[in-house]
Each structure stands twice: as C-alpha cells, then as structure tokens.
C-alpha cells in the first residue's frame, strides 16, 4: 500500500471518529437528555481545555522520545474507551469529566496525523503544498460520512453516535501501525539546555513578533470555530419549534444540511496550493476571516423556506472560513520552523487554536447567550405571538406540556419557557470576526514569497 493512500485512509477516520459526535452532540445534550445550556458550554470547552497542553506535550514526546504513529495508535485507543463509555452517563458533571478525559486523548491526535502526514511526504520527496492538501480533503470526506451515518440511522439524539466514533476509533488505532515510521529527530543532546532537553524549543516561536501575532490571532480565530461547531445544527433542529417551518425537509435532515460546509471543504481544500502560492498567509487568513462574517451573518437571516438559499450559502462559505485558516495556518506552521521542533510547533498552533480558542470560544459564548440572548416566557400567549402561531395550537401546546409546564386558565405557565434569539447571536458572531479581521489586517505584517511555499 502506498504511503499516500495509508495517509488518505488515516485521515478519513480521523475525522470520522470526530464528526460522528461534534455536530449532533448538542441534540443529545438538549434533546436527550435536556440537561443546561450553560453546562452545554463547558462541554465544548473540553476540547480547548484538553488543547491547552495535550497536543504540546504530545508533540514534545513525539519529537523527542517515541515514535509519532505509535504515540497517534495509543491516543486513539484510549479515545475509543472513553466514547464507548460516555452513553453510561446520567449526571451532566461526570459527563463533563468523561468527555474532557476523551478530549485529552482526541486532540493531540489532530496535530500528530499532520505531523505524521508531512513527516511521511518529506521523506518521499513530495511537495507539501501540493501533496498535503489532497490527502487532508479526505479527512472531510470522512467528517462527511459520519455525519450522514449519525443522521440516516437515526442515531443523532442518542448515545449511539459514540459507538460509532468509538469503534472506528479503535479500527484506526490498529490500523496506526501499518503507518510510515516517524521515529525522534536524532539529535546531539550534549551541551543542551533544559529547555532544549524537554523539547520546548518550540515556545521560543513566540519571541518572533511574526509568529507571535500570528499565533494571537489564530486564538481569536479559533474561538470563531467553536462556536459554529457547538450551534450550527441546533440552531437549524430549533425551528420546529415554529409551526410555519414544523414540516421542513431542514428540521428533518439538518445534520445533512450542515454537511454541506463539509461538502464545500473538500472543494476550497483542493484550492489552497493555488491560493497560498498566490497571494500568500496574510490574504489567505483575511479571506477566511471575512468568510467567517459571512457564515454568521447569512445564519442571521437564514430560514427553512424563503431564507434557505441562505442557510446554503452559508454552509459553502464555510469551507473557505475554515480551510483557509487551519489547514493554511498549519502548513504555514510547518514552512517556518526548523525539523526538530515541527510536531512541537504543530502542538502549539493546536494549543492556540482548539485550546485557547477553544475556552475562550466555548465558554464566553454559552455565558453570553444564556445571559444576553435567551429569551424568557411565563405566557402562552406571549410564547405564541414570538413564535408566529395561535396559543391554542395543539403543537405549541404540546411543546409546552412536554417540557414539564402547566397551561393556566390565565394564559400564564407555571414557569418559564426560554428559546435562544439566534438571530441577535448570530450578528453579534458576525461583528466579532469582522472586528477581528480588521485587526489583523492592520498589524500582521507579512511579505509574500511565492518560492517560501
């Protein structure tokens, strides 16, 4: 089997162990289970928090004392047990504690396959620029797959998305070792100092002004991603709640309609040798950036039926937002340090991006849409009109009536009925990347050479 096509089948499942939960989480957590929004936060945050040291440590680890494939088939094992146990769970704390001990193991691996990846090209003499790409678009191929696995059996709101991922976890933490061999940089280590015998060489990135801003904004970037990942598709599950939208092909497939932004993926990945090549890290980060407002403010005004156009375009930006951002950031990572440091500079852009970001992203935007854009009704009446319908629609009725309140003669409900304002959180999305992208334009100072990628 070629080294291509072994590093195409570890990306398929990398991401596949990965989409089969990320996107539909959020309908177990609410649906499901119905435990809080704010909680719902912290679950998210376990990927940052996981990737504010894991994939540095990792990364150290593999550059220093075992062999990266190996370090990548262990993780992913562990990853498998811990998903195979999270259905087990009744109590939204020990899931928290579950799913960040699953993230611990998850997370490095993201930055270990791209240094496995680009380890296994440079031996054979490949291209990066224009080798990796191909073989990454089919880890979206792969998030794809899962999604529509998960939706079309009917496994979205239920424990058997993580028995999915699980098992394909565990099939590729076997099939990890027919990888290329990536044994530790052989180095003198005579004379070294401390920082250099524990492979933090890396951290020393951060004195260069360059790297150090371009870290800074791949935080803020990062916390941009988080937030569509932990949203997207409760937000479209959320307008059956509307009479009007009840019977939309969007509400029934949603987890379909949000893999289009994977669809688009795979097209924008193929683009990226051209786009780097051409206009180099700083236009390309900008396009994804402004891709991003775009993403959030097409959700804005997106809806099942007339604003479905909307929805769409939506999900084929989206493969521009993040292509351009990660994939490119990681590859510009890769171009712009030395050999011996790379799966350690790989970890620090994933601490940066799904750790720091990650929190940031995770736990502001539950606190901040829990306090400023969740809308409270004690009247059915009130409940009614925001939701375009009569009170005494059977539906809305029955919508109240399973969330454990009471209809009085009065109208009022012996407590509150509180539904997310997704278009104010989806503008306020919008202006915070835009604030971001005009930011970077302005400081991140980058001269282009097309020879450099």
């Known amino acids: 089997m070629s080294i ?3 590093l195409t089948i570890m990306s398929f499942f990398q991401f596949f162990v990965w989409g089969a939960w990320l996107i539909t989480i959020a309908n177990y957590w609410f649906g499901t289970k119905q435990w809080d929004g704010t909680q719902f ?25 075992v062999n990266a494939e190996k370090l990548y088939s262990l993780m992913h094992f562990l990853y498998a047990a811990t998903l195979f146990y ?46 990796f790409p191909p073989i990454r678009v089919w880890g979206t191929i792969g998030f794809i797959a899962a999604m529509w696995l998960v939706n079309l059996t009917g496994s979205k709101a239920t424990g058997h998305q993580f028995h999915i991922a699980g098992a394909a976890a565990f099939g590729l933490s076997l099939f990890a070792w027919t990888l290329p061999k990536c ?27 360059k790297m150090a801003l371009f870290f800074i904004f791949s935080m803020f970037l990062g916390g941009a991603l ?78 099942p039926t007339t604003g479905l156009w ?22 510009f990572v890769e171009t712009s340090t030395n050999a011996h440091i790379r799966s350690s500079a790989q970890g620090l852009f994933m ?9 940031l992203g995770s736990l502001l935007s539950g606190w901040i849409i829990d306090k400023y854009f969740t809308l409270h009704f004690s009247n059915i009446s009130n409940l009614a009109s925001y939701l375009e319908t009569d009170s005494l629609n059977a539906s809305l009725l029955g919508f109240v009536k399973e969330r454990g309140f009471t209809v009085f003669q009065d109208g009022s409900l012996s407590g509150e009925v509180m539904l997310k304002d997704w278009h104010h959180i989806w503008l306020a999305f919008a202006g915070y990347t835009l604030v971001i992208a005009i930011l970077f334009a302005l400081f991140f100072k980058h001269k282009h050479d097309r020879k450099s990628l």
């Open 226 to 303: 988080q937030l569509t990942n932990a949203y997207g598709d409760v937000f479209l599950d959320e307008f059956k709640y509307y009479p009007k939208y009840a019977d939309s092909f969007v509400i029934e497939y949603s987890t379909i309609i949000m893999s289009i932004s994977q669809v688009s993926e795979t097209l924008f990945i193929l683009a990226i040798p051209f786009f780097l090549k051409r206009f180099g890290i700083k236009k390309v980060m900008l396009l994804s950036m402004f891709a991003w407002v775009l993403r959030f403010g097409l959700f804005a005004y997106g809806d």
């Open 41 to 65: 936060g912290a679950i998210f945050a376990t990927m940052g928090i996981a990737s504010l040291f894991m994939p540095t440590l990792m990364g150290i680890i593999a550059d220093r004392w």
């Open 351 to 359: 601490m940066m991006t799904n750790g720091f970001g990650a929190v």
């Open 4 to 6: 291509k096509l072994r």
């Open 310 to 331: 909307m929805i769409v375009l939506s999900c084929i930006v989206y493969g521009m937002a993040f292509d351009f951002f990660n994939i490119s950031g990681s590859l």
């Open 86 to 131: 999270l259905p087990q769970v009744d109590d939204p704390q020990l899931f928290f504690y579950i799913m960040l001990l699953a993230m611990c193991f998850y997370m490095p691996t993201l930055a270990l396959s791209n240094s496995i990846s680009y380890t296994a090209l440079t031996t054979g003499q490949y291209d990066l620029v224009k080798a």
């Open 183 to 209: 044994p530790p940089r052989n180095v003198n280590r005579e004379n070294q100092s401390l920082i250099q015998t524990f492979g933090l060489e890396a951290f020393k990135l951060f004195a260069n002004y």
